[in-house]
């Protein structure tokens, strides 16, 4: 019988997927790591199996490939490895008006966010049930809580991810298997300079990823819901008037904090 808990984790050469690689070794956890860079991902096996007496499995994959997900699957089903924690992390946005935008780089951002999430959960979920054990955090936004001019697609996305989680994790309400949703604020990691966000008024207080990525693993361990973390004050206030607050003038008050500077 095995002792070590073992967590998939895409997105997890940065960021808050790195740190989700951090928590879980320093808890004695073995490790599949997923992201695009094998360079990366190798440098971050030999830091934690140096640090740790954990094993790392590395894969490297773009989720934005339809077939990545089922070779991702397969290739953890031939080494013979359950994995007890699946951690969907990997995503990313971009800002600008929905038709000027690439609508290359949309559809990779749809397959990413929603597609690739959505298939591994599929495709390991079955096997968390069979054996009525197993958490699974899917890493959303708190974009999902409204929609959001000049990332009307991100925004769109992480919705779907808050949605999608809750729905299965009530779906599942009679097993041992929890759904986690991650909704993190502006977080202090690449994906804002990629995205362009880094450049707008939203991204000019970020939360450590550090501290999001421990609130959403503590939050997996607890079976929550929901985990909302890396806010100020003033954007909590924010949230907690939206159901109250006309949605023209939400849309209005969106768009001028993701215009850029």
Same mark, same amino acid.
């Given at each position: 019988?095995?002792?070590?808990?073992?967590?998939?984790?895409?997105?997890? +050469?940065?960021?808050?997927?790195?740190?989700?690689?951090?928590?879980?070794?320093?808890?004695?956890?073995?490790?599949?790591?997923?992201?695009?860079?094998?360079?990366?991902?190798?440098?971050?096996?030999?830091?934690?199996?140096?640090?740790?007496?954990?094993?790392?499995?590395?894969?490297?994959?773009? *989720?934005?490939? /339809? %077939? @990545?997900?089922?070779?991702?699957?397969?290739?953890?089903?031939?080494?013979?490895?359950?994995?007890?924690?699946?951690?969907?992390? @990997?995503?990313?946005?971009?800002?600008?008006?929905?038709?000027?935008?690439?609508? =290359?780089?949309? *559809?990779?951002?749809?397959?990413?966010?929603?597609? @690739?999430?959505?298939?591994?959960?599929?495709?390991?979920?079955?096997?968390?049930?069979?054996?009525?054990?197993? +958490?699974?955090?899917?890493?959303?936004?708190? @974009?999902?809580?409204?929609?959001? /001019?000049?990332?009307?697609?991100?925004?769109?996305?992480?919705?779907? $991810?808050?949605?999608?989680?809750?729905?299965?994790?009530?779906?599942?309400?009679?097993?041992?298997?929890? $759904?986690?949703?991650?909704?993190?604020?502006? %977080?202090?990691?690449?994906?804002?300079?990629? +995205?362009?966000?880094?450049? %707008?008024?939203?991204?000019?207080? %970020?939360?450590?990823?550090?501290?999001?990525?421990?609130?959403?693993?503590?939050?997996?361990? =607890?079976?929550?819901?929901?985990?909302?973390?890396?806010?100020?004050?003033?954007?909590?206030?924010?949230?907690?008037?939206? /159901?109250?607050?006309?949605?023209?003038?939400?849309?209005?008050?969106?768009?001028?904090?993701?215009?850029?500077?």
């Amino acid at each position: 019988m095995k002792t070590k808990k073992v967590a998939l984790i895409t997105g997890a +050469s940065t960021g808050i997927g790195k740190e989700f690689a951090h928590i879980h070794a320093e808890k004695g956890g073995d490790l599949i790591i997923v992201a695009r860079s094998k360079d990366k991902l190798e440098v971050l096996k030999k830091e934690l199996e140096t640090k740790y007496p954990i094993k790392v499995m590395v894969i490297a994959k773009d *989720l934005s490939h /339809p %077939t @990545a997900p089922k070779e991702i699957y397969d290739e953890v089903t031939k080494a013979g490895i359950e994995v007890d924690y699946l951690i969907n992390n @990997a995503g990313f946005g971009g800002v600008g008006k929905f038709h000027e935008r690439e609508w =290359k780089q949309d *559809l990779q951002m749809i397959n990413l966010n929603i597609v @690739a999430l959505t298939a591994l959960t599929r495709l390991f979920l079955p096997d968390f049930v069979k054996r009525n054990r197993g +958490s699974i955090l899917n890493v959303s936004s708190t @974009a999902s809580f409204m929609p959001g /001019p000049l990332q009307a697609v991100y925004f769109a996305t992480k919705a779907y $991810v808050t949605f999608f989680s809750n729905a299965i994790a009530e779906e599942l309400h009679d097993t041992n298997i929890t $759904v986690t949703n991650l909704m993190p604020g502006a %977080t202090e990691t690449e994906f804002g300079k990629i +995205s362009g966000m880094d450049k %707008t008024s939203m991204f000019e207080k %970020t939360a450590g990823a550090r501290g999001v990525a421990e609130d959403g693993y503590n939050g997996m361990i =607890k079976g929550k819901l929901d985990v909302v973390s890396g806010l100020t004050f003033g954007q909590k206030m924010m949230m907690a008037m939206i /159901p109250f607050t006309p949605k023209k003038m939400i849309l209005k008050q969106i768009r001028q904090m993701q215009e850029v500077k």
